[in-house]
């Protein structure tokens, strides 16, 4: 292949091959650079393509703008070969992407931001290191200026309904304020002060343009890129079929305005138990619920089979 570069990465049974083949015009000092293994068994990795248009919540995305196509080939690059997080998450998309959809729908949220929760958790209920919480990672502090209560007993951030129409609550006034949802993905992991402030510092604006520091600038690419793969699967050597999928639970509610003492107790006295209450109520942080006055919680409990 004449002035082009072509690197394979190939995995042997008992070896690893690195084969390159480069033109002697572009980089002279590794040319001929070949090591000659068995290769029977092999595996081969190959680049993905950038496709040669993409949007962002209907915003087109200038692939051919500076540094645009190489952050977007890193990012895809990096989620087509992360095997086992890429596999987790498209699995675990079955079982809440139909709930942040619906959410997104009816709050008026363009349905890639699914795809931010993906970014920020990977659809997990995780604690970052600062002590950014649950599937949207809304940090203690921030949580109830969007109407998400933290208490000794609850912290809605772990309930995935409740927290997902607080970032829709975020991301709609970042757009506001921006006009551009690239913008407002960008300032939910900056902070809209952030991304104000380099916006007028650098006189630009759009995401696309700034310059920012690593993991703000790699943002809103891992999102496009999260999409792309997530989107078409199969085309980045993801087969997965149906049973495998990770798929809603059927729940029941129970309404529940009153102090409970010991959640294990009020588990089995409605046919559960403490691991499935715990499992599909995550927002119940110890083992027992103070109501505050006045306030309703809906407590999840598998949906009672009956013949």
């Not at 290191?129 to 951030?157: C, H, I, N």
């Not at 509610?253 to 102090?259: D, I, K, M």
């Not at 959640?263 to 927002?283: I, Q, R, T, V």
Request: glycine fraction near 6%; include cysteine.
């Amino acid at each position: 292949m004449p002035n082009a570069i072509l690197s394979t990465i190939a995995i042997a049974a008992s070896s690893l091959l690195f084969v390159t083949s480069v033109s002697s015009e572009t980089l002279p000092s590794v040319v001929n650079q070949t090591a000659v293994v068995n290769t029977t068994d092999v595996s081969v990795f190959v680049s993905p393509n950038i496709p040669d248009a993409l949007e962002l919540a209907g915003e087109l995305v200038p692939i051919d703008g500076f540094g645009v196509r190489e952050s977007l080939d890193k990012e895809l690059i990096v989620n087509t070969y992360r095997h086992s997080s890429t596999i987790l998450y498209l699995k675990k998309s079955s079982r809440w992407f139909p709930v942040i959809e619906k959410i997104l729908k009816e709050e008026g949220v363009p349905n890639d931001f699914k795809y931010l929760a993906v970014i920020e958790s990977g659809l997990s209920q995780v604690v970052s290191p600062a002590g950014a919480s649950g599937f949207w990672q809304f940090m203690k502090k921030t949580a109830p200026e969007y109407g998400l209560e933290v208490s000794a007993s609850v912290d809605e951030r772990y309930d995935v309904e409740k927290s997902t129409r607080a970032a829709c609550q975020y991301l709609k006034e970042s757009y506001i304020r921006f006009g551009s949802w690239s913008l407002a993905a960008a300032s939910y992991n900056m902070g809209p002060y952030g991304v104000e402030k380099r916006l007028d510092e650098q006189s630009v604006d759009n995401y696309w343009d700034l310059h920012l520091n690593s993991e703000t600038g790699r943002y809103v690419y891992r999102m496009l890129a999260i999409k792309e793969v997530m989107s078409s699967p199969v085309k980045y050597g993801f087969h997965i079929s149906s049973e495998n999928l990770y798929l809603p639970h059927e729940v029941r509610e129970l309404a529940v305005s009153e102090n409970i003492s010991n959640l294990n107790d009020f588990a089995l006295e409605n046919g559960s138990n403490l691991k499935e209450l715990k499992a599909l109520n995550p927002w119940l942080r110890k083992g027992y619920l103070t109501v505050k006055p006045g306030k309703t919680y809906f407590i999840s409990l598998p949906k009672i089979v009956t013949e």
